[in-house]
């Protein structure tokens, strides 16, 4: 049993590139969410997904895309990178608003 | 707004002696209560949780969390400090509505002295 599974963990990036960061996840669950932690902010999230098709918008969705066309799957996407996103980004799923959620590795991104 | 705070950035204690991490949290509901560890470049591993119930839970490696509603926090504890809890500590709270979201405070570094 994989777990969440993100890739990849390293990533550098130059200055308006795009890039997808995969997530996937084997314990078909309906929750699924992306969050990315800064020294000092704990993680704040990005974008969640209730289930296949339906995504929405959290605390720092800007210059991030994500989709769920499936239920292990849930990218996301840098539309055009700037140094502010360099980061470490983390993918989470959750069966539902009241079990743990569990967490990937991470992706350490730097954007020069 | 829903919000959690972890008042103390860093927390140097010594091998052996107890310890006692503060989160307080800001919710209108009855909350859900989650604590998670992080070692360094590691995801994040649940220690424990809070749903309802008991308001003392106990988690894994010793650790157990206190869930009191007229203070509005959730303190972890642990009798006796050991070197490899040397970690990052994070409090948070499930946030409003079925999404399975949750809301994170800032994040408390231990450290453990010999």
């Known amino acids: 049993n994989a777990g969440v599974t993100q890739t990849p963990k390293f990533q550098v990036l130059k200055t308006g590139q795009s890039m997808t960061l995969q997530c996937a996840q084997d314990m078909n669950h309906e929750y699924m969410s992306w969050y990315r932690q800064d020294p000092g902010m704990g993680l704040r999230l990005i974008h969640y997904?209730?289930?296949?098709?339906?995504?929405d918008q959290g605390e720092v969705p800007n210059g991030y895309n994500v989709s769920r066309s499936t239920t292990e799957d849930f990218p996301l996407r840098l539309l055009s990178a700037a140094p502010s996103q360099t980061s470490v980004y983390f993918c989470a799923s959750n069966q539902n608003r009241g079990t743990e959620a569990f967490f990937g590795q991470g992706t350490r991104l730097t954007v020069v | 707004a829903q919000s959690v705070t972890q008042p103390d950035i860093h927390i140097t204690v010594s091998e052996g002696a107890s310890l006692e991490l503060r989160c307080n949290y800001s919710y209108g509901a009855t909350p859900y209560l989650f604590w998670y560890v992080q070692s360094p470049g590691q995801g994040l591993q649940l220690l424990l949780k809070?749903?309802?119930?008991?308001?003392l839970v106990q988690g894994i490696k010793g650790f157990e969390a206190e869930f009191k509603r007229s203070q509005s926090s959730f303190n972890l504890r642990k009798p006796s400090v050991h070197w490899s809890d040397a970690a990052e500590y994070f409090c948070?709270?499930?946030?409003?509505?079925?999404?399975?979201?949750?809301?994170f405070g800032q994040g408390t570094t231990l450290q453990v002295k010999p």
């Open positions: 809070y749903f309802s119930g008991d308001t």
């Open positions: 948070a709270v499930g946030g409003s509505g079925n999404t399975g979201k949750l809301i």
């Open positions: 997904s209730v289930g296949a098709g339906i995504t």
